[in-house]
Each structure stands twice: as C-alpha cells, then as structure tokens.
Nanobody, 120 residues
Framework: QVQLVESGGGLVQPGGSLRLSCAASGNIFFIYVMGWYRQAPGKERELVATITSRGDTNYADSVKGRFTISRDNANNTVYLQMNSLKPEDTAVYYC??????????????WGQGTQVTVSS
C-alpha cells in the first residue's frame, strides 16, 4: 500500500502564507501524478493543483498566481506553497497520488488531510 501523510496546516490571517507537505511511503514502483485537493464543510471535494513525474503542473483557476505545487521525486514528496491566503481557502487539504506498487496494479491513494483555516 501507499501511505500519504500531510503536514503544514494551521491557522493564518488573510494575506498570510502556509507550506503544505505530503510524503508518500510504501513499496512504490512509480508515482505518475501527485496533487492536492480540498474540501470545505458542506462542499464537494475540489482539485487544487496537480504535478506529474516530469513536472507538468495544473492549477484550479481560484488559486492560480497564489499557490505553487512542487515535487521531490527522490523522496516521493509533494509540496503546496500557499501565498496571499483568503478566507475562502479554508478547508481540509488532502494529498493524492496515482501510483504503481511492486507487483500490483496502478491505483489512487489519499492522505488523511490537514486543516487550513484562514481567519482574522
């Protein structure tokens, strides 16, 4: 199995910054894509950003210019640098990975989530 552990969430004021980290572990053969999703209370989970193994990135329109996703392939870790945070960014942020484990089919895996709260 792939285990994903997020860290870096917390409480910040509007306009502040946070850096989220997610480390993947397990008998991993290859991770195609890693990404960040978020879910606010009463809302559906939505995509924030994704990054491929070669570094191609995609962002939700709501975070373009403010968030940056990056990846350390050697350590199977993905980061999300969040700047100019707004109250509407408040949500639980989940790490996601599409991966192939040794002798197993490809699958999609999720972390437990980390809370980000933006409030004055």
């Amino acid at each position: 199995q792939v285990q994903l552990v997020e860290s870096g969430g917390g409480l910040v004021q509007p306009g502040g910054s946070l850096r989220l980290s997610c480390a993947a572990s397990g008998n991993i053969f290859f991770i195609y894509v890693m990404g960040w999703y978020r879910q606010a209370p009463g809302k559906e989970r939505e995509l924030v950003a994704t990054i491929t193994s070669r570094g191609d990135t995609n962002y939700a329109d709501s975070v373009k210019g403010r968030f940056t996703i990056s990846r350390d392939n050697a350590n199977n870790t993905v980061y999300l640098q969040m700047n100019s945070l707004k109250p509407e960014d408040t949500a639980v942020y989940y790490c996601n990975a599409d991966a192939v484990l040794a002798r197993k089919p490809a699958g999609t895996y999720w972390g437990q989530g980390t809370q980000v709260t933006v409030s004055s």
